[in-house]
T-cell receptor, first 118, second 114 residues
Framework: AQSVTQPDIHITVSEGASLELRCNYS??????LFWYVQSPGQGLQLLLK??????LVQGIKGFEAEFKRSQSSFNLRKPSVHWSDAAEYFC????????????????FGKGTKLSVKP | EAQVTQNPRYLITVTGKKLTVTCSQN?????MSWYRQDPGLGLRQIYY???????DKGDVPEGYKVSRKEKRNFPLILESPSPNQTSLYFC?????????????FGPGTRLTVT
């Protein structure tokens, strides 16, 4: 069965510092991978997605993520964190890598809460 | 504007009183889904629908019902709510055959059952 692991429940970084949020997935075929952000009291916003091609994908708000098949990872990075980046971040995998048989359901990790120190 | 709407956004109710949370999308999406979000557990799928009159259970379907009589609507029904269904609920939709399969989420419904 597919699964997503976000090893870090809570991370605190200083404003201006770099950020890396870890995500590991378990899926037999080529995964479709997503990162979502949820600001306090808000809904989910898609940051970026990967489904094929270049393994380094760029997203909104200066985020990027790198797909590493050998490590089953899809880590999210940002070179310089802003106070407004404080939020909860969710990694998700879709089983829609296999056409003709999957439902395209999203499996979410449990989330990583990011706090930003001034 | 393409969007997924949910109503109500906030609801406080009592144990056993039937309620319905509505979800509607204006993008002609075939696929719709309900998730619940609980602290430390992330989002877990309740039910999903691949098209009109086609629904199936997700990971946590107990205590919930859904229906899909029209393509645009996918209501979530709690026939006898219990306190353990206090949660934040999200509806989502997509074209399942879009190559990148992006799901669009509604704004969420915060439900409290006392």
């Amino acid at each position: 069965a597919q699964s997503v692991t976000q090893p870090d429940i809570h991370i605190t970084v200083s404003e201006g510092a770099s950020l890396e949020l870890r995500c590991n997935y378990s899926y037999g075929a080529t995964p479709y991978l997503f990162w979502y952000v949820q600001s306090p009291g808000q809904g989910l916003q898609l940051l970026l997605k990967y489904f094929s091609g270049d393994t380094l994908v760029q997203g909104i708000k200066g985020f990027e993520a790198e797909f590493k098949r050998s490590q089953s990872s899809f880590n999210l990075r940002k070179p310089s964190v802003h106070w407004s980046d404080a939020a909860e971040y969710f990694c998700a995998v879709s089983d829609f890598g296999n056409y003709g048989g999957s439902q395209g359901n999203l499996i979410f990790g449990k989330g990583t809460k990011l706090s930003v120190k001034p | 504007e393409a969007q997924v709407t949910q109503n109500p956004r906030y609801l406080i109710t009592v144990t056993g009183k039937k309620l319905t949370v509505t979800c509607s999308q204006n993008m002609n999406h075939e696929y719709m889904s309900w998730y619940r979000q609980d602290p430390g557990l992330g989002l877990r799928q309740i039910y999903y629908s691949m098209n009109v009159e086609v629904t199936d259970k997700g990971d946590v379907p107990e205590g919930y019902k859904v229906s899909r009589k029209e393509k645009r609507n996918f209501p979530l029904i709690l026939e006898s709510p219990s306190p353990n269904q206090t949660s934040l609920y999200f509806c989502a939709s997509s074209h399942p055959w879009d190559r990148d399969h992006e799901q669009y989420f509604g704004p969420g419904t915060r439900l409290t059952v006392t």
